[in-house]
């Protein structure tokens, strides 16, 4: 089982930035992709992207396309997601998981989540 471990959070005013990250351990053999989901209050989990194993390839959803990106760092085995011009329909808890699909945006492809971690946008 990959262990996943959030970090990164905290408060941003509108348009500014955050850096979220994604640390994984344990037995990663197979995942091919790390995603970042959310879910505000009283809200469905939503995709909001993805990135390969190899740090390669992303995908994004359409509300954060040109905003956020994804990267990873090899060497740490650790994923990030930096976000720009937040927004405050951006707040929301942040969760990171992984899976052995290619780009799926599907949470329920998705297994080892993490504790997640807040962000929150003030208008």
């Known amino acids: 089982q990959v262990q996943l471990v959030e970090s990164g959070g905290g408060l941003a005013q509108a348009g500014g930035s955050l850096r979220l990250s994604c640390a994984a351990s344990g037995r990663t053999f197979g995942i091919r992709c790390i995603g970042w989901f959310r879910q505000a209050p009283g809200k469905e989990r939503e995709f909001v992207a993805a990135i390969s194993w190899s740090g390669g390839n992303t995908w994004y959803a359409d509300s954060v396309k040109g905003r956020f990106t994804g990267s990873k760092d090899n060497a740490k085995n650790t994923f990030y997601l930096q976000m720009n011009s937040l927004k405050p329909e951006d707040t929301a808890v942040y969760y990171c998981?992984?899976?052995?699909?290619?780009?799926?945006?599907?949470?329920?492809?998705?297994?080892?989540w993490g504790q997640g971690t807040q962000v929150t946008v003030s208008s």
């Open positions: 998981a992984a899976t052995r699909y290619w780009g799926t945006q599907s949470a329920e492809m998705y297994d080892g």
